[in-house]
Every structure is written in structure tokens, then in C-alpha cells.
């Protein structure tokens, strides 16, 4: 009797068009939908997330705008953000009240991205209660909200590149430095500092969830929680809490996992740098030298369009280097299921938040080179902090890659980072268990609605 009563109400919910903010999305609408609730997805037509029988039992309603296609490819991330909230401001105004009239249903809340602060106005005008939603950490979103500050006392001087010590320490940051501050590859400082100060602002919003654990991160949580003075649900890691359906805007090449059985047991080393990492074609070739000369098993995910300047195919570009049995290369790769396979050994990521917590949730040890954004912030935590990884830092030349390969598969270093990497695995296993504090985080959200 009591699905039934919950059933009748609806979520509305608004993912950001990028792989790694429409997942988490997607896992929490499975999760709140698994509570009993309807769910209804709110899209532009950047997200390219198409109805399928996997999605079946959620709605999906379309954001009219009129930016061209390409904006998302050739503004960046950053100046597209800026661009289409703009742009979506009145015009979901407009959508919302559309669909509200058609409404059989009450609707319990709206839930958007972060970065999708347009939906705020719209939410408010019709009187539903608002929730932001980070698809990044606690300990990002206060790196951002000091990068703000910083702006806004000092200007640019202290968030320019070069223009302090490289190694010194952000006040009351600690261990973040400067240079790991979540500036942009993208678009100038001025441009993130935009968007910055509007998704780090609650608004209205009646409270925050977040997709994070409160083990790894509760000095982070507890400063979000002070500053934002409205209730935060730390839910994470959200691919441990629901079997959504794959969301991947790339097609996965699923041979791997068949290359991966026939290996030995914590033997791989995978790679793999993220939907929005740009290299170019020198440190892709150093990376491949460094990987072959490591004489370890290696399995490696290169997207299509991430090397600069490049039109080459994998077969062209490494034409050049005789890559060994030991060595296989897809345009891309089921990460959920790589990372589980019992032959994976090790992570080279570019950290961003979804593949930090996927490689955690496995005990699976990483290699961090970050690109752009919170990526900084995760590999800083992710070596000095929970101490389950190395951050390679400087140019990438073969040599740096063999050694930090080397270091995390065969060195007693590596084997001290796997326990630490196991004990977190089950620290988060048990957070979305019954009794978990993930666990109870969410159903004290649901009784809020």
C-alpha cells in the first residue's frame, strides 16, 4: 500500500549534456525510482539520452532552445555552460508550466545539476521545492566556492598560473595547493569563476544531494554543510546504490572483457582518460613507449577525436611502435565491468569524480593525470588523502610512465596502495547498505518529500 501512495508523485529531474553528470543522474533516478516515485527527465538535446527499454519506465521531456549543434563541442565546456543557461532560463519556464498542466500527478521536487542553476528560476516561479544535485565531491565544491573568494578579493592574481609557488597550500584547504584548484582547460579563469558562482549558489533550493561517501570526505561535508546552511545528503557512490542502465554517449567495445578472461589475475594495468581529455599526439606515443617498456599486461581506452590535431586511427598512430600481445587498445570500454574484472590490477584515470569512485568501489589502485576542473582536486586526494594512488605531475615523457606503472603493479609501494584500497572498497560497499550512512543518507531525503 505504501509503493502506491509514493508512486503518485513525480520527480523532475535535469542532468547537465556531459558522460560524467547524466550517469550519476541516471543512477539516482533508478535509485528514487526503486523508492516508488515516477520520473520525469528534463532535456536539451545536448544529452542525447534517447528513451530505450532500459529507460522504459521514465518520462522524457524536451528544453526548447535554439543553439546550434555544435556549441557544446566548439564553446567548451565552460563558455556552453554559461551559454545555455542563459538560454534555458525562460524557456523551461515555459516547458515546466506545460507540463504541469498536463499533471495527473503531484510532484514531489525538482532536481537539478549544479550547473544547470537555470532550472532554479523556473522551479521557484511555480512553487515546487528545488534540490541541487553534485555529481562532483564535497571537497570540489569547496575548492570552487574558494576560488570565488579568492576572485572576488584579489582578482585573477592568485589563480593564474606561475603566479605563486607552486607547491603552496590554499588557507584552510589542506592538502589542496593552488595549482590544483579546479581552474579550467577550456576557458580563461574569468569564465569558470562565472558558472562557479552561480552553481555554488543555493538559491532557493530546500537541500543538496551529493553524489559522495561521508567516510571520504567529512571535514569537506561538515564545511559545505556550514556554508550552505540547508540540508546535505551525501548518497554516493551512486553506482553501488542502483543497476542503471548504461548511459554511455560512446559505443562500448565489449571484446575487451573477452581479451581480459584470458589474463591472470590482477595482472592489467587499464587506461583510460575520461569523455573530455584532450593529449596530444607526442604524450599519447610516450604513454604507448612507457607502457611496452613497463613489460606489464596493459588495456587501453583511447576516444575517438581526444588526440589534438590528430585524424589518425589507433592502428596509424601506433604504426610506429611494435605494441605487444601483453597490449590491447579499444576506442572505448564498459569501465564499470573493466574495473570489476578480476585480471584489472591498476587504473591510469584522468580522475574524474565517476571513475575515482568506480576504481575505489573496486580496490583498485590508480594513476592520476588530471586534465582540467575537479580532476585536480580528486588525484590531490586521492594520493595524499586516501593514499590509494600516485599523481604523475610534468611533462609525460616513457620514462615517467614506466616508473609509475612499475610502482603501483610491482613495487611493495603498489601493494601497500592495494590494501588501502581494498579497506575502502568495503568501507563504501557498507555505506549503501542497509545501516550505511549513504544508505540512511537517501531514505532521510525521501522523507523530506
Not at 532535456?43 to 521514465?58: E, G, M
Request: proline fraction near 6%.
Amino acid at each position: 500500500m505504501e509503493e502506491k501512495q509514493e508512486r503518485r508523485k513525480r520527480i523532475v529531474l535535469i542532468p547537465a549534456p556531459a558522460q560524467g553528470h547524466i550517469s550519476p543522474m541516471m543512477q539516482l533516478a533508478r535509485a528514487l525510482h526503486l523508492k516508488g516515485f515516477s520520473i520525469t527527465v528534463a532535456q536539451t538535446k545536448f544529452n542525447y539520452l534517447n528513451p530505450s527499454k532500459d529507460l522504459a519506465d521514465f518520462q522524457f521531456i524536451t528544453i526548447p532552445e535554439s543553439l546550434p549543434a555544435s556549441d557544446l563541442k566548439d564553446l567548451g565546456p565552460v563558455w556552453f555552460l554559461i551559454k545555455i543557461n542563459k538560454e534555458c532560463e525562460v524557456s523551461f519556464k515555459k516547458c515546466l508550466g506545460q507540463f504541469l498542466a498536463q499533471q495527473q500527478e503531484e510532484i514531489a521536487c525538482v532536481i537539478y545539476d549544479e550547473f544547470m542553476y537555470f532550472a532554479e528560476a523556473a522551479a521557484k516561479e511555480f512553487k515546487l521545492p528545488k534540490v541541487i544535485f553534485s555529481t562532483e565531491n564535497a571537497t570540489a565544491f569547496a575548492c570552487r566556492s574558494a576560488m570565488c573568494k579568492l576572485y572576488a578579493k584579489d582578482g585573477l592574481a592568485p589563480l593564474k598560473e606561475g603566479c605563486r609557488s607552486e607547491e603552496e597550500l590554499v588557507p584552510e584547504l589542506h592538502p589542496i595547493r593552488y595549482k590544483d584548484l579546479p581552474t579550467s582547460a577550456f576557458a580563461p579563469v574569468e569564465a569558470s569563476v562565472e558558472v562557479f558562482k552561480n552553481s555554488c549558489e543555493k538559491g532557493t533550493a530546500s537541500s543538496m544531494i551529493i553524489n559522495t561517501v561521508r567516510c571520504l570526505e567529512i571535514s569537506s561535508l561538515e564545511r559545505l554543510q556550514q556554508e550552505l546552511k540547508i540540508p546535505i545528503y551525501p548518497v554516493g557512490p551512486l553506482h553501488m546504490v542502483s543497476s542503471a542502465p548504461s548511459t554511455s554517449l560512446l559505443e562500448e567495445n565489449e571484446s575487451c572483457i573477452d581479451w581480459l578472461d584470458k589474463q591472470k589475475p590482477s595482472s592489467v594495468i587499464y587506461i583510460s582518460l575520461g569523455s573530455f581529455t584532450l593529449m596530444e599526439t607526442k604524450e599519447v606515443l610516450e604513454m604507448a613507449f612507457g607502457l611496452v617498456s613497463s613489460n606489464q599486461y596493459f588495456l587501453w581506452a583511447i576516444r575517438p577525436g581526444s588526440i589534438v590535431g590528430s585524424e589518425l586511427s589507433n592502428e596509424e598512430l601506433f604504426s610506429t611502435i611494435e605494441i605487444p600481445d601483453r597490449g590491447y587498445i579499444v576506442k572505448w570500454a564498459p569501465q564499470k565491468q573493466v574495473l570489476a574484472h578480476p585480471a584489472i590490477r591498476a587504473f591510469w584515470s584522468h580522475c574524474g569524480w565517476n571513475s575515482t569512485l568506480e576504481s575505489m568501489g573496486e580496490g583498485i589502485p590508480m594513476i592520476c593525470r588530471p586534465f582540467t576542473t575537479d580532476q585536480k582536486v580528486n588525484a590531490r586526494y586521492v594520493e595524499c588523502v586516501w593514499r590509494v594512488g600516485v599523481h604523475v605531475e610534468g611533462e609525460l615523457e616513457r620514462g615517467v610512465v614506466e616508473r609509475a606503472v612499475r610502482r603501483l603493479m610491482v613495487d611493495q609501494e603498489g601493494e601497500e596502495m592495494k590494501i588501502r584500497a581494498l579497506s575502502l572498497k568495503e568501507k563504501l560497499r557498507a555505506s549503501v547498505l542497509p545501516g550505511g550512512s549513504s544508505h540512511k543518507s537517501l531514505n532521510d531525503f525521501i522523507k523530506t518529500l
